[in-house]
């Protein structure tokens, strides 16, 4: 194999790998609480860590393929997924690209989860949603 053959597997290789990478990057993106679990007592005001596999983050208003923003729904059991998430105490935004939060909740039981939105706001589709955890907030 002389170094045109070498040149020419490795860019071969290159090119196969670059392929995967983005298979990989886009395949079964996963939004996720990194610090919070189901069942957990908290004392307030608490950090909440969000965790993001498969796209990237990217503020609001940022239109760039593979990417969102993180939205903490608190208390929310249902909500429209084809248009854009609300703001509110229980639809709080996250559209500056935060990947965590301290929330100051009053003592109670709480259910929260994580929804990626796109540039608008808006649910991806197919929608990216953490697992719901249920949590509690001790005085």
Do not use: C
């Not at 860019?11 to 610090?35: E, G, W």
């Not at 059991?77 to 100051?104: A, C, M, R, W, Y």
Request: proline share 6%; charged share 15%; glycine share 8%.
């Amino acid at each position: 194999m002389d170094l045109v053959d070498i040149y020419k597997l490795m860019k071969i290789l290159l090119i196969i790998s670059t392929i995967f990478a983005t298979f990989s990057v886009s395949a079964n993106p996963k939004v996720y609480f990194i610090n919070l679990e189901d069942g957990d007592r908290v004392e307030s005001p608490f950090l909440i860590q969000f965790g993001l596999s498969g796209m990237g983050i990217a503020p609001a208003g940022t239109d760039r393929s593979n990417t969102g923003h993180h939205h903490l729904l608190i208390n929310v059991d249902d909500i429209d997924l084809s248009k854009p998430i609300p703001s509110s105490s229980n639809h709080i935004h996250f559209g500056g690209g935060q990947t965590e939060s301290l929330v100051d909740l009053m003592p109670g039981n709480y259910s929260m989860q994580l929804v990626l939105g796109d540039m608008t706001h808006t649910p991806h589709n197919p929608p990216i949603i953490s697992q719901r955890v249920n949590i509690t907030v001790i005085d």
